[in-house]
């Protein structure tokens, strides 16, 4: 089965996939349409992200992938509505073999925020 992902700096030696943390967990968004994809990009780029690359690709390589970063897939079915998080890391380059004290700095996010982001995709799976 094939998904589409978010990549930011294709063809550099900073290309990236996009990935949200939450707390301590980072995800990966592995969209079943193109368009989904696509839409989500647009938004990224509203928040003045750079401008992003939508790729298809095999779900199971993107799983391996995360699961060798140690991040978490998430599977967004065609049609449900995902807004990208509002506070947006500066420094984008991720380095697997530093120690985490060289992470980039994360925006903070209290128990409000994450409250509401679930109230949020429940309300938009309803649309």
Not at 1 to 30: A, K
Request: charged share 35%; hydrophobic share 35%.
């Amino acid at each position: 089965m094939f998904v589409y992902v978010v990549l930011f700096n294709v063809g550099t030696e900073n290309e990236g996939i996009h990935s949200i943390r939450i707390g301590d967990r980072h995800q990966v968004l592995m969209f079943e349409s193109e368009d989904d994809a696509i839409r989500f990009g647009i938004l990224l780029e509203a928040q003045d992200s750079p401008p992003p690359t939508i790729e298809k690709m095999d779900r199971e390589e993107i799983e391996e992938i995360c699961e060798d970063a140690g991040y978490e897939p998430v599977f967004v079915p065609e049609g449900e509505l995902v807004t990208p998080v509002e506070n947006m890391v500066e420094k984008t380059l991720w380095n697997p073999d530093a120690d985490s004290s060289d992470e980039p700095a994360q925006p903070t996010r209290s128990a409000a925020d994450d409250e509401m982001d679930r109230i949020r995709r429940q309300l938009e799976r309803l649309l």
